[in-house]
């Protein structure tokens, strides 16, 4: 325990070490013009497991709150939850899980969720990050695609029981005489573990999991640290893809803690109470709210399990919270709650990421909610997190609302061309970062890994970006069609391939249009077949209902009876947005 102490020491210390400004001249740039930054970062990376790092400071600053979900009224320090995961990682390890099994987390932002998170790392096992919102045939697929073994799951989400979602996947679920599960559809899977205080046929509780492992099985936990490797994978999270099918990034111990360092630093959250509204499954919640406030020792404020506007803003006046995280969306249901119920606020610094934010927006969180720092930041699943990231205090006002921030610590960064060429500082491209945080590859998938992962280690994001002489960075474009919803990531391609499995669509695309509270919304041009000519628009969202998540059902159906192509036959999605515009108007309001 001392020598934890020692090194939580000497690691702190070293974060404030500093590159003279000639090394950094060096080292980061390209002296030709083009396209290529090098952020080396004030401090080394550490080479810790999650676990490792959740030790170091829980050993340090135990006593200092690390959750409080106030709609459960729920308090836990940094040395009881760290209990807490050990306890249930030694009851994980008693259901007969081994190191590298993967256990499904499908739940809400409830107290569980952080300690089943660093359960699973403490035991050696990987975490899969499931969407509380997904339909039973979301779930099967995702439960297949990693062999999920265990999958533990909240009583409900949205009015919605997750045992009768279940039920639908496993028909026999609750016909097994024992908690051990034997599915045919799933064949991999063998405890299916609850957070209720209730009992349902064939599963287990997850307070029972927690209290089954003998003290000596707990102790335990802390010595098996060593054999976990940093290189190991410790997370998977699905992000959908043009195919249609979602794909599942390995995530690794190393990328999380060394990320939340730098995440947490660059805004400044040494012991800091963060408001977290946006959901734990993301890694903006899992990343930049609990790994970077583990980092800085700071307390997130859990508002309540299922986003509400009116309970955040509560809590960030209750619980006194200097930090906001959210999306854009959220932002702008604060704004206009804080109009109506003028609070105390005392916050000091608003965190913005998940899609493209306005200037306007910047001015009204400034005017009405009376934060004078607002920061951005940009990252995708497949780099565990952010990679650009505002500095705070930066009072630049074309950084500030025209950027997505500066390069992060550690990472570099460039823009090509379509024939893989660097192009000129300014000049857009497609983005590609290289650094500690990418990925391990697509669970199952090699082919996939190596066409956004190459050999080379530079990840392809697919976006158009510009990158900067000075490290700064703006998104100009999407070179997929990803749409993002409220801080949602949405891939047009499942979305249409889903559509045509209704009876009455023959043919569907799918395109973004502008929204003045999302961001954006999504638009479907259906043709339907010959004989459904009589179908109507809400019909086919009736159809979509419990089969897709709730936020993959487009707001907007239109019926068309072509749709405008090129030459040489493909679809032109432009003029399908041209189309809406014309129709609607530029902007829509939910």
């Known amino acids: 325990m001392e020598f934890a102490k020692r090194s939580l020491r000497v690691f702190i210390s070293a974060r404030y070490f500093k590159f003279s400004e000639n090394q950094i001249r060096r080292n ?94 403490r035991a050696g096992l990987i975490l899969v990050a499931l969407n509380p919102a997904y339909e039973p045939p979301e779930m099967e697929y995702c439960m297949k695609k990693v062999e999920i073994k265990a999958l533990v799951t909240s009583e409900s989400f949205r009015n919605k029981d997750y045992y009768n979602k279940l039920l639908e996947i496993i028909p026999e679920l609750g016909s097994f005489e024992s908690e051990r599960i034997q599915s045919k559809t799933l064949s991999a899977l063998s405890s299916i573990i609850i957070d209720s205080n209730k009992h349902f046929a064939g599963t ?41 099918t979602p794909k599942a990034a390995l995530l690794k111990h190393s990328a999380f803690v060394n990320n939340g360092i730098h995440i947490g630093d660059r ?116 780099n565990t997190g952010m990679s650009f990231n505002s500095i705070l205090g930066d009072t630049d006002v074309e950084r500030r609302f025209y950027t997505i921030g500066f390069i992060d610590d550690s990472i570099e960064a460039k823009v090509i061309d ?32 190596m066409e956004t992962l190459g050999t080379d280690g530079w990840l392809r994001t697919g976006d158009q970006f510009v990158l900067q002489a000075d490290g700064y960075g703006r998104i100009v474009g999407r070179l997929k069609e990803m749409i993002i919803r409220g801080g949602e990531n949405i891939f047009p391609k499942e979305i249409e391939n889903f559509l045509v499995t209704c009876p009455s669509v023959a043919d569907a695309y799918v395109v973004g249009v502008p929204d003045e509270r999302l961001g954006e919304e999504m638009c479907a041009f259906v043709r339907l077949k010959t004989d459904h000519q009589d179908c109507s628009p809400q019909q086919i969202k009736d159809f979509c209902q419990g089969k897709i998540s709730y936020f993959k059902i487009p707001r907007y159906i239109e019926i068309v009876t072509e749709f405008p192509k090129t030459v040489s036959g493909k679809i032109q999605k432009f003029k399908l947005q041209e189309q809406f515009k014309e129709k609607h108007g530029t902007k829509t309001s939910s």
């Open 28 to 121: 980061h740039t390209n002296s030709n013009g083009l396209s290529y930054f090098h952020n080396i970062g004030k401090y080394p990376l550490v080479y810790r497991t999650i676990g490792q790092q959740l030790s170091l400071i829980a050993s340090e600053f135990g006593d200092r709150e690390a959750v409080v979900c106030v709609e459960e009224e729920k308090r836990i320090t940094y040395d009881q939850l760290k209990k807490d995961a050990d306890r249930l990682a030694a009851g994980f390890l008693n259901l007969g899980l081994s190191q590298g099994d993967r256990v499904g987390l499908w739940a809400p932002n409830v107290s569980s969720w952080p300690v089943v998170m660093f359960a699973a790392a």
């Open 204 to 244: 287990m509780r997850l307070q029972d999991v927690s209290s089954m492992a003998s003290s000596s099985q707990v102790d335990k936990i802390e010595d098996i640290q060593k054999d976990i490797s940093p290189d190991s994978g410790c997370c998977i999270m699905f992000t959908s893809g043009t195919t249609g």
């Open 267 to 382: 805004q400044n959250l040494r012991e800091k109470k963060v408001c977290l509204q946006v959901p734990f499954f993301h890694l903006y919640g899992t990343m930049a709210g609990i790994m970077s406030g583990l980092a800085e020792r700071a307390t997130m404020v859990v508002p309540t399990s299922v986003y509400n506007p009116d309970k955040n803003i509560r809590a960030i006046e209750k619980e006194e919270c200097q930090v906001i995280y959210g999306t854009p969306t959220m932002y702008v249901d604060l704004v206009n709650k804080q109009k109506e119920l003028k609070l105390s606020l005392k916050a000091e610094v608003a965190m913005l990421a998940g899609a493209l934010c306005s200037p306007q927006l910047i001015e009204d969180i400034r005017d009405v909610l009376k934060i004078t720092k607002v920061q951005h930041g940009y990252g995708m699943t497949e």
């Open 418 to 449: 379509k024939e893989g060429q660097l192009v000129p500082f300014g000049t857009p491209g497609e983005l590609c970062v290289r650094g500690y945080f990418t990925m391990i590859g697509y669970w199952g998938d090699e082919q996939k890994t």
